[in-house]
């Protein structure tokens, strides 16, 4: 079994931190401002009330029942079909999180260390930012504990680095106004700018989910951890990409996201190569906070799976550290053939700007399996009502605006959004087909918290 009381109520939200990394929004934000420009802030907040929404279902859910299975154990409130999509769409958002990130890093890293010491670095350096996947994966592999110690120093540190650069460029910027939380750049590319980062920045939040068999007093803390890190990351994104977009010059913004590093640029031109470099070498830091984050959680989907009988038992094995050994392995394995195919296809066919379109559609694969997964949970909260006010009117709103989200997205959706569409419409039709001949063996009998 896994080890139970191994992570108390701060060490939930420093482990749930590691995925949302707040960091990353200094990168990631060229994905929102693509679309929503001077409105990224916007976007941001939107993001936010959308996951506070979301994350109330969680914190529902969390009070009732606590176990590995994670989404899909709150899925099964819903049936039995709903929970075994779920188990499996879990596995694919979570190999899209880590696919894009690596994608961007390695998109980032050449133009970055050109742009910091005025020396042409060719693309394929930034494959060297793979290695540091290597200590997240010893990380898990040592258990829980050793996990959420590390998150918990390197979170802090972001978080100081953070809010020290972000009042640094507000303070120095001549370009300060409210209009960047109007939507100035139409509400299609608001919505889009929701779809491809900000509701994603927050997505993190769901991975302490399945550590309901290891955490402290779980139907208390997992609820608790859920929110607060939802308003935490939300206060400092919306502080990141105010102070980024003012840093930068709101007219400026069809340039923003063109320039590849405009975090770069902004951080350079208010505070001086010095923090550059700093934030360039913090940067790496954050493949090591997701993947930590993102493993953990999925080695437990998985193990719950196999508990299950949705996979095989094989996956059921802990090491010394209890951590669920093989579904680790399995997981290792996953992404690095996705990998290595990615960036074979991408590269190949669209050359060093293939990064950026690998980046937008793992990103947009991500987000739209997420959409879909808290669209069933909070369709299942509902059957399994208590309130109206927190079982069915919060969950039926955030699942309107996730559906206005993924309609803005859909309609007239282009290279690389189609592709993600088209490849997640693909795996449910897979999982669908899969459902028929697990669906004797599918046991939901085991016991929770």
């Keep these: 079994?896994?080890?139970?009381?191994?992570?108390?109520?701060?060490?939930?939200?420093?482990?749930?931190?590691?995925?949302?990394?707040?960091?990353?929004?200094?990168?990631?934000?060229?994905?929102?401002?693509?679309?929503?420009?001077?409105?990224?802030?916007?976007?941001?907040?939107?993001?936010?009330?959308?996951?506070?929404?979301?994350?109330?279902?969680?914190?529902?859910?969390?009070?009732?029942?606590?176990?590995?299975?994670g989404y899909y154990g709150y899925a099964m409130y819903g049936g039995r079909p709903l929970s075994f999509y779920v188990a499996f769409l879990y596995i694919i958002y979570q190999m899209a999180n880590m696919l894009f990130v690596i994608s961007f890093l390695i998109m980032i890293f050449s133009p970055a260390l050109s742009y910091l010491t005025g020396i042409n670095v060719p693309g394929y350096y930034g494959l060297l930012t793979i290695i540091i996947i290597i200590p997240a994966f010893y990380a898990v592999y040592s258990g829980i504990r050793a996990s959420f110690k590390t998150q918990l120093i390197i979170n802090l540190i972001e978080i100081a680095f953070i809010?020290?650069?972000?009042?640094?460029?507000?303070?120095t910027s001549k370009?300060?106004?409210?209009?960047?939380?109007t939507p100035v750049s139409g509400y299609k590319d608001l919505f889009l700018g929701f779809i491809t980062g900000s509701f994603l920045a927050y997505?993190?939040?769901?991975?302490?989910?399945?550590?309901?068999?290891?955490?402290?007093?779980?139907?208390?803390?997992?609820?608790?951890?859920?929110?607060?890190?939802?308003?935490?990351?939300g206060l400092i994104d919306v502080?990141?990409?105010?102070?980024?977009?003012?840093?930068?010059?709101?007219?400026?913004?069809?340039?923003?996201?063109?320039?590849i590093i405009p975090?770069?640029?902004?951080?350079?031109?208010?505070?001086?190569?010095?923090?550059?470099?700093?934030?360039?070498?913090?940067?790496?830091?954050?493949?090591?906070?997701?993947?930590?984050t993102v493993l953990t959680s999925l080695t437990r989907n998985i193990y719950a799976m196999a508990r299950d009988n949705i996979i095989n038992k094989m996956f059921l094995k802990l090491n010394k550290n209890g951590t669920p050994v093989n579904a680790l392995y399995l997981s290792i394995l996953i992404f690095a053939v996705s990998l290595i195919i990615s960036l074979m296809v991408f590269y190949k066919y669209y050359g060093y700007n293939g990064f950026l379109d690998a980046f937008i559609f793992f990103a947009t694969l991500s987000t739209m399996a997420t959409l879909i997964i808290h669209i069933i949970v909070n369709t299942s909260l509902s059957v399994n009502k208590r309130?109206?006010?927190?079982?069915?009117?919060m969950p039926g709103i955030s699942s309107i605006i996730i559906l206005i989200a993924m309609y803005y997205a859909l309609i007239d959706a282009a290279f690389p959004f189609n592709y993600s569409i088209i490849a997640i419409v693909l795996y449910s039709l897979m999982v669908m087909i899969l459902y028929p001949f697990k669906m004797h063996k599918h046991n939901l009998n085991y016991s929770i918290k």
């Design 239 to 259: 502080l990141i990409s105010y102070s980024l977009v003012i840093g930068f010059g709101i007219g400026k913004m069809y340039d923003f996201s063109n320039t």
């Design 163 to 171: 809010i020290i650069v972000s009042f640094s460029v507000i303070l």
């Design 1 to 69: 079994m896994l080890k139970s009381n191994s992570i108390g109520l701060s060490g939930l939200i420093f482990q749930g931190m590691g995925q949302l990394s707040p960091l990353f929004t200094f990168d990631g934000i060229i994905s929102v401002a693509a679309f929503a420009l001077g409105a990224s802030p916007l976007a941001f907040i939107i993001g936010m009330i959308a996951s506070l929404l979301t994350g109330n279902t969680l914190y529902q859910f969390s009070k009732r029942t606590a176990s590995a299975r």
């Design 263 to 292: 975090a770069f640029i902004v951080i350079r031109n208010h505070l001086g190569i010095y923090a550059s470099v700093l934030f360039f070498a913090l940067n790496f830091v954050i493949i090591y906070t997701l993947f930590n």
């Design 203 to 233: 997505t993190g939040y769901g991975s302490i989910v399945s550590l309901g068999e290891e955490a402290r007093e779980p139907r208390k803390n997992i609820g608790l951890a859920v929110m607060l890190m939802i308003l935490i990351i």
């Design 387 to 393: 309130s109206f006010v927190y079982d069915v009117l």
């Design 175 to 181: 370009d300060n106004s409210y209009i960047v939380f």
